[in-house]
């Protein structure tokens, strides 16, 4: 290993973000390359323009997160000081409007959950709008090809996007994997969400804090990002669809998708729709595993994969696989 490497990190999310700041802090010369508008992957938040140059803001992804973990606690704890996380509640009515405490805070973002990723990009070399098209390894380097037709080169290689697509990439740079490392890579699964974002005439009528975690089907969350503190100037929800009810309506159109959840959540939101959008996580959350935090390659040029399919799922899950995956390659170094 050379005295001082280079990082590309692919993916802007928790996992990426954190393994980069940990890796910059050590003098690793690091670059992280997201396809996305913004960083913050599933750490997501979108607004729609209303009447009147108002603004609706929806969290699309991630909700909110637990914590665990001291380590993790000690950033979260940093967060809160920053103003940038507030604890939202310890639990949420479950469909029966009764409040389910059970003791754990729930934290969001103050202004969104993508703030929080907004935060940890600041002084880290990240190109948002960069897509990675193939991956291929020459001698002591990785070489990635992006759409726009240039490449980057980097000493060590950490893939962050749900594990398909990072095979995807590997596969099109005709790219080899030892077969240990393959087959515990292909068993991992995830599975999709449709989130329907909707703008509302007159407040939702969600229980207290104006979040219901149904865990069913066709809907299994529904939110109220003005009650969230996310969304001052409009009446908004966001409601997840369940994994069936996602696979089921894979292929339908978006009217489809969103008459049929609106309809299903009318009961509870119980407030006229004014406009709707519909996103689709094709990978919203893992369903099966891989049990170590990262997965390391060990090789002339190292490869790492790591994200919330590694050790423990959820913002948590990929801050800490984010970690590990920064402390494996500094072992190397
Ligand atoms: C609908 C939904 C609800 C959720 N609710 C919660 C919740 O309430 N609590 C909780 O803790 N977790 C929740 N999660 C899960 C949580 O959002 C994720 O576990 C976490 O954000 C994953 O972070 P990550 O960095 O591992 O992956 P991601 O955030 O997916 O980051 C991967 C990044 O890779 C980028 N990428 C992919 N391919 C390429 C390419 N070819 N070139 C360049 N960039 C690429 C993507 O654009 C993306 O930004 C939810 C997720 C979804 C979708």
């Known amino acids: 290993m050379k005295p001082s490497i280079s990082c590309a990190i692919v993916g802007a999310g928790m996992t990426g973000l954190m ?196 865990q069913q089907e066709p809907i299994a969350w529904i939110a109220d990002n003005h009650r969230k503190g996310i969304s001052p100037d409009a009446f908004t929800v966001t409601i997840h669809a369940g994994p069936d009810f996602t696979r089921e309506h894979w292929e339908a159109d978006h009217e489809t998708v969103a008459r049929k959840l609106l309809h299903a959540a009318g009961e509870w939101v119980r407030a006229p729709v004014k406009s709707w959008q519909v996103h689709r996580w094709r990978y919203s959350q893992p369903r099966l595993t891989h049990p170590e935090p990262c997965l390391f390659v060990n090789d002339a040029a190292p490869l790492i994969f790591a994200g919330d399919a590694f050790g423990a799922p959820r913002v948590e899950g990929a801050a800490l696989s984010g970690l590990a995956a920064a402390a494996a390659l500094l072992k190397r170094v």
């Not at 880290?124 to 090809?145: F, G, M």
């Not at 099109?172 to 393959?182: F, K, V």
């Not at 890579?185 to 975690?213: H, K, N, W």
């Open 19 to 214: 393994a980069a700041r940990e890796l910059q802090s050590h003098g690793i010369k690091v670059i992280v390359i997201d396809k996305g508008r913004s960083v913050g992957g599933r750490m997501a938040t979108r607004w729609i323009e209303i009447e009147g140059n108002e603004k609706g803001f929806f969290d699309h992804g991630a909700q909110f997160f637990t914590v665990r973990d001291p380590w993790f606690q000690s950033f979260v704890d940093e967060w809160i000081s920053a103003g940038l996380v507030r604890e939202w509640a310890r639990g949420f009515a479950q469909g029966d409007d009764l409040p389910h405490h059970d003791g754990h805070p729930r934290y969001c973002g103050t202004a969104g959950m993508n703030a929080i990723a907004r935060h940890l990009a600041t002084g880290l070399d990240v190109r948002v709008n960069t897509k990675v098209e193939s991956l291929t390894r020459q001698a002591e380097q990785w070489s990635l090809a992006l759409e726009s037709g240039a490449a980057i080169q980097a000493d060590a290689l950490l893939l962050t996007p749900p594990v398909p697509q990072s095979l995807a990439l590997l596969n099109a740079g005709d790219c080899s994997l030892p077969d240990g490392a393959r087959h515990a890579l292909e068993r991992i699964t995830y599975d999709s969400c449709f989130a329907v974002m909707a703008v509302l005439d007159a407040p939702a009528r969600l229980p207290e804090p104006g979040a219901l975690q149904l």
